[in-house]
C-alpha cells in the first residue's frame, strides 16, 4: 500500500484528507490493479468545500477582479495544463485505459476550454436599449455566486474543464466533484491552480462517491447553480436535489446518436468517421454514432469496409503509441456492456466483427451489429461501449423517421454529397447537435446540448453566459 499514489480533495488550495480519514482504490483498468487511493468525501467534506468556496465568493477576490486580470490568471492556469500535458495525460491514461494520444488531445481541449472562456468573458459585451419613454435600459451580466460541479469517467479532464471554465470565468467560486472512477487529473488540476495563483476557494475539488459527496452539494442551499455531465439516471437525481432550493440546472446526459450515411456519400469518409463515432475512446462516449443507419443502395459495401477498418484498429496498452483502442475504464463497466453484447447474440443479431475479448482483460472489441429488432435493448439503450448497431434504409424519410426515434437527442451525424438533403435532413433531426459529414468538431461559441432524456439547457459561448451569471437589466432616467 505504501507506494500507492494518493488523491486528496483541493481545499483551500491545499490537498487535504477526508475529515474522518476515510479513502477508496483507485483502479487502473488495462493492468486491472490498484495503483492509486483517493479521500472518500462524505456530508462533513461537502460542507468544508462549500464553506471554502462561499467565502471566497462573498468576500474574496475573484467575483471583485477585473475582468482582464481574471482572464490572465486562467490563462496561466492553461499554460501551466499546457507545460505538464504529458503528466496529465499519463493520469487519464493509466486511471481509464484511455490511448496516450487520445488523452493528449483530451488536455489540449481541456486548456482550449479554459482559454477560450478567459476571453469570452473579458470580450463580452452587453446591450443598451434607448427607450421612447425617456430612459436607457441595459442589461449586466454578473456572477451567479457558487457553483457545484459533477463530471463523469470518460473524459476525466476534459469534461471537468468545460464546467470548471466558464463557472470561474464569470467570477463564481466553484466546487468540483469528479467520478469516483476517475479522480486523478481533475485533482491535479485543482493543486495546478493553486500554483497559478488562484485565491484560495475559488477551484475546490471534492472526491468521492455520487452520494453521499455529489448530492451533499447538488443539495446544499448555500450553492447557486448546478452543472452535472453524466447519465440520464443520475440527472434526474441531481435535478430533483437541486429543487430544493432552487437551484438552476445544466444537466448534460447520455446519448443514442444515429449516424446516416445515405447512397451519395463519400464513402471513405463516411467510413473514417463511423469508427471515430463509435470507437474512439472505446466508444465510452455521450457522442457515440451507435446507431447507423446506411442506405440500401450501398449497404453490403459500406458494411464491408466500415468492418475492415474496425478490425485494422490496435487493441493494446495505452501507453503504447500503436495502440488507438484499449480496455474499458472499469470492471463494472466492462460488466455492463457484456451484457449489452451477450443479450444481443440471445436476442438474435448478426455479429459482423467483435465480441468479448478472451484473455480475461476489460476489453470489448470493436463491435458490429446488425439484424435486431428496433425495440432490443441493444438498439434502444445506451450501451456507452464500442458497440455498434446498424440498421439499413431506403428513403429519406425513413432514415429521419429511424434516427429521431428514441428518447435521446445528444446528437447526430448525416453523410451525404447532396447540398440540399444536408440542410433538409440536418434541420429535421432532433438534436442538440448535427454533424453533416464530419463528427465531434466544436466551435465553443455554439450551443451544446440535448434534447429529451439528454439534458436540459445549453452551454457553449453566451449559453454559458446565460448559466453561469445572473442577468441584470438596469433602468436608467436620462431625462431631467
Ligand atoms: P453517472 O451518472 O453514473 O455519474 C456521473 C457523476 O455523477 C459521477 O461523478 C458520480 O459520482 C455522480 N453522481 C452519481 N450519483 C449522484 C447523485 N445522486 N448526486 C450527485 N452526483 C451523483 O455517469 P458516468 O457513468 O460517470 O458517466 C457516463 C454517462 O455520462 C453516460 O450516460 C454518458 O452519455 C454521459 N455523458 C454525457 C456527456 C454530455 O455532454 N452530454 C458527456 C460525457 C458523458
Not at 170 to 176: Q, S, V
Not at 193 to 206: D, M, Q, R, S
Not at 232 to 241: D, E, I, L
Not at 262 to 291: H, M, P, T
Request: glycine letters at 10%; a negative charge.
Amino acid at each position: 500500500m505504501a507506494d500507492l499514489e494518493f488523491f486528496g480533495h483541493i481545499v483551500d488550495n491545499e490537498e487535504v484528507e477526508s475529515i474522518d480519514g476515510k479513502r477508496f482504490d483507485v483502479w487502473n483498468p488495462w493492468k486491472r490493479e490498484v495503483w492509486a487511493q483517493a479521500a472518500e468525501g462524505g456530508e462533513k467534506d461537502a460542507d468544508r468545500a462549500i464553506t471554502s468556496a462561499r467565502k471566497a465568493f462573498d468576500e474574496g477576490p475573484w467575483p471583485r477582479m477585473g475582468r482582464v486580470e481574471r482572464a490572465k490568471m486562467i490563462h496561466r492556469l492553461a499554460d501551466l495544463m499546457e507545460a505538464r500535458a504529458d503528466e496529465i495525460a499519463t493520469l487519464d491514461s493509466t486511471n481509464m485505459a484511455k490511448p496516450f494520444e487520445q488523452a493528449k488531445h483530451d488536455v489540449a481541449r481541456s486548456v482550449w476550454n479554459f482559454r477560450f472562456f478567459a476571453d469570452h468573458q473579458r470580450d463580452s459585451v452587453g446591450e443598451v436599449y434607448p427607450m421612447d419613454s425617456g430612459h436607457h435600459s441595459y442589461s449586466e451580466f454578473g456572477p451567479a455566486g457558487v457553483v457545484a460541479a459533477i463530471s463523469p469517467w470518460n473524459f476525466p479532464l476534459m469534461m471537468a474543464s468545460w464546467k470548471i471554465a466558464p463557472a470561474i470565468a464569470w467570477g463564481n467560486t466553484c466546487i468540483i466533484k469528479p467520478s469516483e472512477d476517475t479522480p486523478a487529473s481533475v485533482t491535479y488540476l485543482g493543486g495546478l491552480a493553486a500554483e497559478a495563483g488562484f485565491p484560495p476557494g475559488v477551484l475546490n475539488v471534492l472526491n468521492g462517491y455520487g452520494h453521499p459527496a455529489g448530492s451533499a452539494i447538488t443539495g446544499d442551499d448555500r450553492v447557486d447553480r448546478v452543472t452535472f455531465t453524466g447519465s440520464s439516471t443520475t440527472g434526474k437525481a441531481v435535478m430533483a436535489s437541486a429543487a430544493t432550493h432552487l437551484a438552476p440546472v445544466s444537466l448534460e446526459l447520455g446519448g443514442k446518436g444515429a449516424n446516416i450515411v445515405f447512397a451519395d456519400a463519400d464513402i471513405d469518409n463516411a467510413v473514417y468517421w463511423a469508427v471515430e463515432a463509435i470507437f474512439r475512446n472505446a466508444g465510452q462516449i455521450c457522442l457515440a454514432g451507435s446507431r447507423l443507419f446506411v442506405q440500401d443502395a450501398i449497404y453490403d459495401e459500406f458494411m464491408k469496409r466500415f468492418v475492415d477498418a474496425a478490425e485494422a484498429l490496435t487493441i493494446g496498452d495505452p501507453f503504447d503509441p500503436a495502440t488507438n483502442f484499449s480496455s474499458l475504464a472499469s470492471k463494472r463497466h466492462f460488466d455492463k456492456v457484456v451484457s449489452y453484447v451477450e443479450g444481443a447474440r440471445d436476442l438474435g443479431g448478426t455479429f459482423h466483427t467483435g465480441g468479448i475479448a478472451e484473455d480475461g482483460s476489460w476489453v470489448v472489441k470493436p463491435t458490429i451489429i446488425d439484424g435486431l429488432a428496433l425495440d432490443a435493448a441493444p438498439y434502444c439503450e445506451e450501451i456507452f461501449g464500442p458497440v455498434c448497431v446498424v440498421n439499413r434504409f431506403e428513403t429519406e424519410e425513413e432514415a429521419v423517421h429511424l434516427a429521431n426515434d428514441t428518447r435521446y437527442g445528444l446528437n447526430a451525424m448525416l453523410f451525404t454529397e447532396n447540398l440540399s438533403r444536408a440542410h433538409r435532413v440536418a434541420s429535421k433531426l432532433r438534436a442538440g447537435t448535427v454533424w453533416v459529414n464530419c463528427f465531434f468538431i466544436r466551435d465553443l461559441r455554439t450551443p451544446f446540448g440535448g434534447v429529451g432524456d439528454s439534458g436540459v439547457g445549453r452551454e457553449g459561448g453566451n449559453f454559458s453566459r446565460e448559466f453561469f451569471t445572473e442577468p441584470k437589466a438596469v433602468v436608467m432616467q436620462i431625462t431631467s
